[in-house]
């Protein structure tokens, strides 16, 4: 009953077009104030326990250093580099816009900031090649979700501070299906670029493609300094996650010269402004999750699921469902935010690996990204392309299908997942 209560009154405050951070507070506060008995001081020891956590100072660093490089030209260089490789085959724009997707997800570890360095600079010039715009749209859209789930990724960090799960275990487990995932859209990209006979680059020579590595080759060394530093136990994810922001500072800065010292503070402050509303999101998630286990409604689902001989394959099925819906309104981090606490529980009394679970919620939150009528990316890709959402839907369908396909087979075959952290032994 309680937990009907719960949701019903964040459901209510959520539809009023209130932020969810605030709704997510307001739900806690009227329920700890009117139905319940618990101390306030245990409330607040559990606040401040709660976001007392060293990865959670991984998440202000990873959003400065993807700001600095969305704004210091690294998108431009790696745009190059990705069309000079596979610029000349069918859609072959289109493909680079895969492929540099992916690798400035390996950097920024945001999607929306993925979208729009990429598709602010590529959509034109997909546009003047000839392509249709809803065919560029629907890659940029579809594949700058991989800004999640190739790591670093903030909302991997969101999911370690719900659940305590090892973020650099999470943060190699994503590597394998992102790779996987670019390469399920750049299938989809090249089938209906041959399809329809979009035009196709002329072939760069070696000497072209190893001069377009040479400029990209500072932004891209960001990849090894946050993996190898995480996997050679040089440093934790969160000192990754500092030293990644000072590097892009410098690449921006000093090497590349896109940005000037005067353009330093505006990117501190969107970077601040930004990292204070996930910490305020996580606050308020921390007092929900604390109210959610004090009511005991993760382990009465778990016994209900059990008691009803709902095995894991049913179970995924319904976490796939649920994250789905919330995909419509809820931007990822709340998500996470909100459901890890209550479906981990229940995973963990199914056996299901920790990690494994976490890569399933990031794939759905991409999907949920890509999908209407609200995903966020299908916004910021309103914005740059001057589209509607329900042109933008008919859009990005092929892809869309191709990452439902992709998420089901990460549902129900773990090894996907967990085989790389395992081999090395993060597991």
């Known amino acids: 009953m309680n937990a009907l209560v719960i949701f019903g009154l964040l459901a209510v405050l959520m539809l009023t077009g209130m932020p969810i951070s605030i709704s997510l507070g307001l739900t806690v506060l009227t329920f700890l104030f009117t139905m319940t008995q618990v101390p306030l001081e245990s409330v607040a020891l559990k606040l401040f326990t709660g976001i007392e956590k060293f990865e959670i100072m991984a998440i202000p660093f990873f959003i400065l250093a993807g700001n600095f490089l969305t704004h210091g030209g690294v998108a431009k260089r790696m745009i190059n580099f990705a069309t000079s490789m596979v610029g000349h085959w069918y859609g072959g724009l289109g493909l680079a816009g895969v492929m540099a997707c992916a690798l400035f997800a390996a950097v920024s570890g945001s999607s929306p900031a993925t979208v729009v360095a990429i598709g602010s600079i590529l959509l034109?010039?997909?546009?003047?090649?000839?392509?249709?715009?809803?065919?560029?749209?629907?890659?940029?859209?579809?594949?700058?979700a991989l800004g999640i789930l190739i790591p670093p990724s903030i909302v991997m960090v969101m999911y370690s501070v719900a659940t305590n799960t090892s973020v650099g275990a999470l943060f190699m487990a994503g590597v394998i299906p992102g790779i996987m995932l670019a390469c399920v859209l750049g299938g989809v990209t090249w089938y209906r670029a041959k399809k329809f006979n979009y035009p196709r680059q002329p072939k760069a020579s070696w000497k072209e493609r190893f001069d377009a590595f040479r400029k990209s080759a500072w932004g891209l060394f960001l990849i090894v300094v946050v993996m190898g530093g995480i996997y050679s136990g040089m440093f934790t994810p969160t000192e990754a996650a500092a030293m990644s922001a000072v590097y892009a500072f410098v690449v921006a800065v000093f090497i590349y010269k896109d940005m000037s010292l005067k353009d330093v503070p505006k990117v501190l402050l969107n970077s601040a402004n930004m990292s204070a509303m996930l910490l305020?999101?996580?606050?308020?998630?921390?007092?929900?999750?604390?109210?959610?286990?004090?009511?005991?409604?993760?382990?009465?689902?778990?016994?209900?699921?059990?008691?009803n001989g709902l095995g894991v394959i049913t179970f995924l099925l319904a976490v796939n469902i649920i994250l789905l819906l919330a995909g419509n309104f809820m931007e990822p981090s709340s998500i996470v935010l909100i459901f890890a606490p209550i479906l981990f529980p229940v995973a963990m009394k199914l056996g299901i690996d920790p990690v494994h679970f976490g890569i399933i919620m990031v794939v759905n939150m991409e999907v949920g990204m890509c999908h209407p009528p609200v995903g966020l990316n299908l916004y910021?890709?309103?914005?740059?392309?001057?589209?509607?959402?329900?042109?933008?839907?008919?859009?990005?369908?092929?892809?869309l299908l191709s990452m439902?396909?992709?998420?089901?087979?990460?549902?129900?075959?773990?090894?996907?997942?967990i085989w790389l952290p395992r081999t090395l032994g993060m597991m």
């Open 380 to 399: 910021v890709a309103s914005g740059i392309t001057k589209m509607g959402i329900t042109e933008l839907t008919v859009a990005v369908w092929p892809w």
């Open 280 to 307: 305020y999101i996580i606050t308020n998630a921390v007092l929900f999750s604390f109210i959610m286990t004090n009511e005991n409604i993760p382990q009465a689902l778990a016994d209900w699921m059990l008691g």
């Open 124 to 144: 034109p010039a997909m546009v003047k090649a000839g392509f249709p715009n809803k065919f560029g749209a629907g890659v940029i859209s579809t594949s700058g």
């Open 404 to 417: 439902l396909c992709f998420l089901a087979l990460v549902t129900y075959v773990p090894e996907i997942s």
